[in-house]
């Protein structure tokens, strides 16, 4: 097998498991705190479920680009692509973006959620800020997430 | 629009009290602001509250057992207060019975701990076979109880005037010491000495083992009597309603007379200070005067120190997007109501990030179905109607971009997906107009110039509302000199902006010249006036300076719109993954194996997209209200008002029926 295909793998692995880290680690954070908060309160379990949710997203955009790589270089096809060295190293570095930018946003996001689900055991009414204030981070995810599929897009 | 809002007195006489404030509590319009507290009304309030209490007690216990409520009904169901006032007897009795009920529960479970904590004190001792009561001091013999550590056993054998038994094994062991009487002194201050607990038998002529036997046997009946109770709290549970209305009307009544404490009174009479929105003040009088003809009726504009609450009024299609501006702040009550503004540009922007004719439709038909059969009101009531707009919008927008599903007009997932695609592309429906997946650098240029549009609508907002104020030297140097950077500046080099992005776009000389002079004028309009209200000359230079330093904010608030090209493609891209997924499922290589995918593949696709479609809703709706928060909003809008909170009927369960 050609190295290019490896790496090229590489890069759709690196996306989709960093990504799919740094959600795991938000949303489990969030989900422990809205579980304290649903002890307390059951009926706020949508608006923290919501919170929940949002470390969430990180994990996708890793799928989505994962996915884009693979389609793109040909890795689902039958009998395997055959890349050069330097095409596979594009897609490997075309992966780093949401890899990383996902892995440490969904980590921050979900600290921002778990402060967001203690405002919400306060003021349930407040709930949507908590929210807005969580999203803010995640606006770094998405420019990785846009900076790593025009990359891989613009391979070709 | 802002409503303004009126400084309301009213005075009239004790008698009619009541009466009156039952009737600006119906029509919801009056906000009461308290002046003095009466103690005496302090006492009644209070018996309301403890029964509003129990009412709530009761409802929680009952809860778990009441029968689901079919999604099929309304939120609130309708129903008039005289038919509430009607039952309020048979719902107080029935409070009474389930809170006797939890009474006896609770003291059984009270009884249940302490019999579980003597059972774990008698544990270690189970092992003695004698009657509890029989070891105690006789004229010759005296007894020791307690648990001795593991360490000091061999200090324990040595003492010859002792006689131990061990009763249990362990670090601590349960252990019965005897020695002579005259020799007690001794023993005791011996155990002082070493690691030793002194234990108390309970009295019982029983050995442990039994009393734990009878412990257990108390413990089961207990366990019996609650299950009994249990039963007998689930026989009210189809009272939940009777019980919800009851708590209803006393928050209604509660509300009132709470009222009552920041009323003035004299002897015969009452003031009643207060806001009331402007367009409200007629069916306000109207409403006292039904009640009584012996009144004073007063409005007035608000003085400078008296802050009005802040209430805006809307039309249909814009009241929705009001929850959204309130999760954000109220506007100032002098300033603007955002929401107008604001409605176009969220149902366009959040269309372009969800951007799939498929869930468009799916979206706007479910928000639709949820305000027909739920009727909400309030937050819920507000954003599911934005959502109906909303998924209106994105189907709107599924079409430009092609997508139905993550089905596009070129075949890209394979099995049935490949004749879905194939048939848009007979019709020629799908896309019109761009293809993200293609032309991405085309969508995210389209993206940054809605936010330009966007963000030069709030400086002419502003603008404008300074215009309106007179101050014109504001509107130009602070909102106008911006606009003219920011356009002449697109429109100046929009030839090369569009070369980076591979389209070709060419405009005369004449057109971008005057534009970037333009940009010029805008540029030097800031640095010369933006400090002229700063004391010092100084600060004048630097403020000029400090402010033209804000373009780079502007530049990196151009660039945050590129979220909506993201999360487009992230909605559109992951519905075709799934598809793709799908048709893999059933492209199975006998017959049989093509249906049970098949079959699979159906239940996949429902489950997959319903989640693909939720969580990219959820995305766009707080992303589009980020985008009207820091991006426009910023530029315009005047937070901080405060909630117009006027007696009213603030029912949970209820939507009362005039």
Same mark, same amino acid.
């Given at each position: 097998m050609e190295l290019g295909t490896i790496l090229a793998t590489a890069g759709a692995a690196v996306a989709v498991l960093f990504a799919g880290f740094g959600s795991a680690i938000g949303v489990g954070m969030a989900g422990q705190a809205a579980a304290g908060v649903v002890s307390e309160d059951p009926d706020r379990f949508g608006n923290c479920l919501v919170m929940q949710l949002l470390p969430g997203t990180q994990g996708i955009y890793g799928l989505l680009i994962g996915i884009v790589i693979a389609l793109q270089a040909g890795l689902m096809?039958?009998?395997?692509?055959?890349?050069?060295?330097?095409?596979?190293?594009?897609?490997?570095?075309?992966?780093?973006?949401?890899?990383?930018?996902?892995?440490?946003?969904?980590?921050?996001?979900g600290k921002v959620a778990c402060a967001g689900i203690n405002m919400i055991a306060k003021r349930p009414t407040e709930s949507g800020k908590g929210m807005v204030m969580a999203i803010m981070v995640e606006t770094y995810a998405i420019l990785a997430l846009l900076i790593s599929f025009l990359l891989v897009i613009g391979i070709g | 629009m802002i409503v303004p809002m009126k400084r309301l007195s009213l005075a009239a006489m004790q008698a009619d009290e009541e009466r009156l404030l039952e009737a600006l509590q119906k029509i919801g319009t009056v906000e009461i602001i308290g002046i003095l507290e009466d103690p005496t009304e302090a006492e009644r309030s209070e018996n309301a509250l403890s029964r509003l209490q129990k009412l709530n007690d009761s409802m929680e216990a009952i809860k778990p057992f009441a029968p689901k409520k079919s999604f099929f009904t309304p939120q609130k169901r309708e129903i008039s207060l005289a038919e509430i006032r009607h039952e309020t007897e048979r719902a107080a009795t029935v409070a009474d019975s389930i809170e006797s009920l939890l009474h006896e529960k609770s003291a059984l479970s009270g009884e249940r /701990?302490?019999?579980?904590?003597?059972?774990?004190?008698?544990?270690?001792?189970?092992? &003695?076979?004698?009657?509890?009561?029989?070891?105690?001091?006789?004229?010759?013999?005296?007894?020791?109880?307690?648990?001795?550590?593991?360490?000091? &056993?061999?200090?324990? =054998? /040595?003492? /010859?005037?002792? /006689?131990?038994?061990?009763?249990?094994?362990?670090?601590?062991?349960?252990?019965?010491?005897?020695?002579?009487?005259e020799d007690s002194r001794v023993a005791q201050n011996f155990l002082k000495s070493i690691e030793w607990t002194d234990y108390a038998f309970p009295k019982s002529s029983d050995t442990p083992c039994d009393a734990i036997r009878k412990i257990d046997e108390r413990l089961a009946q207990i366990q019996t009597e609650v299950e009994k109770i249990e039963n007998n709290v689930m026989v009210y549970s189809e009272q939940l309603e009777l019980l919800e209305n009851a708590a209803d009307l006393t928050v209604i009544d509660l509300d009132r007379m709470e009222a009552k404490h920041e009323l003035t009174h004299t002897n015969t009479a009452f003031l009643l200070e207060g806001w009331v929105r402007e367009d409200c003040v007629e069916q306000t009088e109207d409403a006292v005067r039904s009640v009584t003809q012996a009144y004073s009726f007063e409005v007035r504009e608000p003085n400078e120190d008296e802050i009005p609450p802040s209430v805006v009024k809307n039309n249909r299609i814009v009241a929705p997007f009001e929850e959204v501006q309130t999760l954000y702040?109220?506007?100032?009550?002098?300033?603007? =109501?955002?929401?107008?503004?604001?409605?176009?540009?969220?149902?366009?922007?959040?269309?372009?990030?969800?951007? =799939?004719t498929g869930y468009g439709i799916l979206l706007a038909l479910g928000a639709l179905a949820y305000i027909k059969i739920k009727k909400p009101t309030g937050m819920s009531g507000g954003i599911s109607r934005v959502l109906a707009w909303g998924g209106l919008s994105t189907a709107i927008w599924g079409i430009f971009v092609g997508s139905f599903f993550g089905i596009s007009r070129t075949p890209a997932s394979g099995a #049935?997906?490949?004749?879905?695609?194939?048939?848009?592309?007979?019709?020629? #429906?799908?896309?019109?107009?761009? =293809?993200?997946?293609?032309?991405?650098m085309q969508m995210l240029a389209l993206c940054m110039g809605l936010g330009i549009l966007h963000m030069v609508s709030g400086y002419l907002i502003k603008a404008i509302e300074f215009f309106k104020r007179g101050d014109w030297k504001s509107a130009i140097v602070d909102e106008l000199s911006w606009v003219m950077i920011i356009l002449g500046l697109v429109i100046g080099f929009l030839p090369t902006i569009a070369g980076m992005a591979g389209m070709t776009v060419n405009l005369p000389v004449?057109?971008?010249?005057?534009?970037?002079?333009?940009?010029?004028?805008?540029?030097?309009?800031?640095? &010369?006036?933006?400090?002229?209200?700063?004391?010092?000359?100084?600060?004048?230079?630097?403020?000029?300076?400090?402010?033209?330093?804000?373009?780079?904010?502007? &530049?990196?608030?151009?660039?945050?719109?590129?979220?909506?090209?993201?999360?487009? #493609?992230?909605?559109?891209?992951?519905?075709?993954?799934?598809?793709?997924?799908?048709?893999?499922?059933?492209?199975?290589?006998?017959?049989?194996?093509? #249906?049970?995918?098949?079959?699979i593949s159906i239940i996949l696709l429902i489950l997959l997209h319903t989640f693909n479609l939720a969580i990219n809703t959820l995305g766009a709706f707080v992303h589009c209200a980020r985008l009207q928060y820091v991006e426009f909003y910023g530029r315009f809008y005047e937070a901080g008002g405060r909630a117009f909170r006027p007696l009213a009927y603030n029912t949970k369960h209820i939507q009362v029926t005039k």
């Open positions: 096809s039958a009998g395997g692509a055959s890349l050069s060295t330097e095409l596979g190293m594009r897609y490997l570095i075309a992966g780093m973006p949401i890899a990383f930018g996902g892995f440490v946003s969904a980590i921050y996001q | /701990e302490k019999l579980l904590a003597q059972k774990e004190d008698l544990l270690p001792w189970i092992n &003695l076979n004698a009657p509890m009561d029989s070891i105690r001091n006789t004229k010759r013999v005296s007894y020791f109880v307690g648990f001795c550590a593991q360490k000091d &056993l061999g200090k324990l =054998d /040595e003492q /010859e005037f002792l /006689e131990a038994q061990f009763v249990s094994d362990g670090t601590d062991l349960a252990t019965i010491i005897a020695c002579r009487s702040s109220r506007p100032d009550p002098y300033g603007i =109501d955002g929401t107008p503004y604001m409605t176009p540009f969220y149902i366009l922007l959040f269309g372009l990030m969800l951007s =799939d #049935i997906f490949d004749n879905v695609s194939a048939f848009f592309d007979r019709i020629g #429906i799908f896309p019109v107009w761009l =293809d993200p997946m293609k032309d991405s004449t057109v971008t010249q005057p534009a970037v002079i333009a940009a010029g004028v805008g540029a030097v309009l800031i640095l &010369l006036f933006k400090g002229r209200n700063a004391p010092k000359f100084f600060g004048k230079v630097t403020g000029g300076l400090g402010e033209l330093y804000n373009i780079t904010g502007v &530049l990196s608030d151009v660039l945050s719109y590129a979220r909506l090209f993201a999360l487009g #493609i992230a909605t559109g891209v992951i519905g075709q993954v799934f598809n793709t997924l799908c048709a893999m499922l059933m492209q199975g290589k006998s017959i049989a194996g093509q #249906i049970v995918g098949g079959a």
